[in-house]
């Protein structure tokens, strides 16, 4: 209570400049309609903004709530989309996964998900990520999964121009996470910015026309017989929380027949 | 003690012209008030405590707003004028400083520093006076009618000092330049 007195006795100049000021003001708002109404006026809008701010913050809480519900259910959409793509005769599993960490995130190329051998996952999988081609399952414990993304500076992945042009190779650019490379793509082949670049199905990650992303410039010139694409990333692997992934049961197969013919002599 | 007898008989004098009689100099449609009053508060001494300054001040603006029936306008006028009183007065001391008791004076500070004293003083209070009357959305007008009246009031002032406050000879006829003769 003394510190208190000692405050008050300190600031009392200020303090009885703003009482005063304060009487004036109210001595106004009695005797003018003008300070009166704009007072009026200027309350309402103090009060509205103070009712709108606490309102944003309230619907940011259930939004956030709903947003991170939604961003579920749409990785569990497009799972089931991929699934209803493929036709009977292909047995392409599909599961979603909350990202654990990720490129963006790290630094590191590699991608780890909430999904593992317990959940169905197995290395070989392909991963998507808001619909666009992410990477590779590459190894995999109960509940957790590894992923090679698109990133990794020593992978190679097997993409076209489009739906029915050149293919070529996919390889990352150093320290980005956002944009690649296709390298092998001859001349002839026409590329404009925009065009979207998709998969192969040649590795066997990912089945065939999975979109990867789009051209954003071309490198080279008329002297080198090929040119280079630079494409950005469809996947967001700095925003994006959910993942879907892709394993077919012949992947495994064709690769335990590859295993096998390379060791014969 | 005796200080304050001429402080309050210029206080009470210039209020009393003002509500009687200067009340009524509106010049430019607006643009040019007359504040008399301001005048009187102009005389209050340095080196007295701040809050003082400030209750005397807040007191002559209640005074100008019952009897103008002006409804506040003076009395936060006036208040932050008794609040930045003891700023000015520091920022426009002459070099060798004021003593205690110093009353700006045209003869002792010169006349162009009293009058930079009398137009800041007026600004201050201006633009209070006319802000609030004319709110955010006449900024311009604001500015104009307390150039205006800082002009006007700045002059009217300095034409009081010129002929009410002159020295007179009298006081200095028996003093010698020469203490020991």
Redesign the interface.
Known sequence: MRNLFDLLARTHRWLLFLALWGVALSWMNTTYSHHRTAFANWSLRASGSWLDAVGNAQNWSHLSESNRLVMLENARLRAELEALKEDGSSSWKTGYAEVLRSPGWSGTPWMVVNAGGREGLRPGAGVLSVGFAAGRVVDTTAHEGLVLSLTHPEAQWSVRMGRHGQAGRLVSVPGDVRHAQVLDIPWAQLVLPGDTVMTTGFDGVFPADVPVGFVEDVLGNEADEFQTVVVKLGADYPGSRHVVWLNNPRNARLDSMFHASSSRP | MNALVPFFWTVGWALLSQVLLFRFGVFWGGYGLLMVHVYGLLKMPVGWP??TY??IA?TT?ALM?LVC?????H??AC??LG?VYPTLATALEARDGMRQGHVFDPYQDGWVRYAAFVAMAIGVHCVVMFG?QN?WGLMGRTAGQALTTVLLNTGVFLLIQGLLNRPTRGDNRNVSAYPWS
């Open positions: 701040p809050t400030l209750l807040a603006g707003d029936f002006t409804g506040g306008v009395l936060a208040t932050t609040m609030l709110g």
